[in-house]
């Protein structure tokens, strides 16, 4: 009986895990529809605002961990809606640098507010100490999975690392420490990760 009751409450863990990843990510296309871009122009902004300049396609692409196919789809969809301006070198016109336009930046900024904001209004409902538990639980989840899929455990090599990056690049601009390396520090040690906080001047 208690095997069954585990069976029963892991596949119902994983579909309310489905479902609620389903519904946030409902919930962020919404916002990000409201603000007049789709998340992963938002990812491709990041990368431009944040690489250090001049930034061409291969760098985003390797930054988003995303094919170089899939990056310049996106990158097409911004110039053509003035989002990306691309300008090419001279010297060597397969060399084309990427930069963003007063139209981007200026949505680039309303959206930051959002990744500050949203989650805190979408974990509203629980404790600080059920935080914690569902961060302690999930990165348990996330070691196992590594281990039985037998994947590279590099955090440059998770498809979490550019969203991590950016929201960290971000949450400095605020005046609030957030530590990339705290983050993934999980995957070698096994103690939670350190309390993100305001930083006191």
Known sequence: MKSKNKLINSINTDLYIFQYMELLGKYEQKIYTEIG?????????????????PVI???????????????????NTMVKNGLVKRTRNLRDRRNVR?????????????????????????MSPLSNDELQSMINSTQKLIKH?????????????????????????????????YNI?????????PKPAKAMSKRQD
């Open 98 to 122: 990427l930069t963003l336009t007063p139209k981007s930046e200026a949505l680039f900024s309303k959206a930051t507010s959002f990744i500050k904001d949203v989650p805190g209004e979408v």
């Open 181 to 189: 390396t705290d983050f993934y520090q999980f995957l070698s040690d």
């Open 145 to 177: 999975l590594i281990d039985i899929m037998n994947v590279n455990a590099s955090p440059t090599q998770l498809d979490s690392y550019h969203r991590v990056e950016a929201i960290q690049q971000i949450l400095t601009q605020e005046n609030i420490d």
């Open 57 to 75: 396609a291969k760098d985003v692409s390797k930054w988003l961990n995303r094919s170089g196919n899939a990056i310049n789809a996106t990158l």
């Open 37 to 53: 871009i789709t998340a992963p122009q938002l990812y491709v902004m990041a990368a431009l605002k944040y690489l250090p300049s």
